[in-house]
């Protein structure tokens, strides 16, 4: 199951990840996600997480991710950390008002 947070800057962010680290999650199960892939690079290297790449896409996905619209490649990117579609459509308008989503996966 995963846990999902939404905020608006970095230093909110570092503090969720701290939270959600002191609660058993690793950073390698927890992703960052903006609407910026320069902001969101910078802020996962900050507080030390994840983005979703090649190993959780797959080489097809990561492909079509050239091609794609951002939203497309955003919502894409969401449903393959385990969001459904209806998630991933949500998080995605969320990410257009600036936000920042933070997902947390439990294994």
Same mark, same amino acid.
């Given at each position: 199951? @995963?846990?999902?947070?939404?905020?608006?800057?970095?230093?909110?962010? @570092? %503090?969720?990840? %701290?939270?959600?680290?002191a609660?058993?999650?690793?950073?390698d +199960?927890?992703y960052l996600?903006?609407? +910026?892939?320069?902001?969101?690079?910078?802020? !996962? +290297? !900050?507080?030390?997480?994840?983005?979703?790449?090649? #190993?959780?896409?797959?080489?097809i996905?990561?492909?079509?991710?050239?091609?794609?619209?951002?939203?497309?490649?955003?919502?894409?990117?969401?449903?393959?950390?385990?969001?459904?579609?209806?998630?991933?459509?949500?998080?995605?308008?969320?990410?257009?008002?600036? #936000?920042?989503?933070?997902?947390?996966?439990?294994?």
């Amino acid at each position: 199951m @995963n846990r999902i947070e939404v905020c608006e800057n970095g230093v909110q962010a @570092n %503090n969720i990840i %701290n939270q959600l680290t002191a609660q058993g999650f690793s950073h390698d +199960d927890i992703y960052l996600f903006t609407h +910026d892939d320069e902001r969101t690079e910078d802020l !996962a +290297d !900050a507080t030390e997480v994840e983005t979703v790449g090649l #190993q959780e896409e797959g080489v097809i996905d990561s492909v079509k991710n050239v091609f794609r619209k951002k939203g497309d490649e955003l919502r894409s990117k969401f449903e393959s950390v385990g969001l459904t579609p209806q998630e991933a459509e949500k998080y995605e308008s969320i990410l257009d008002k600036g #936000q920042v989503v933070i997902v947390a996966q439990q294994h």
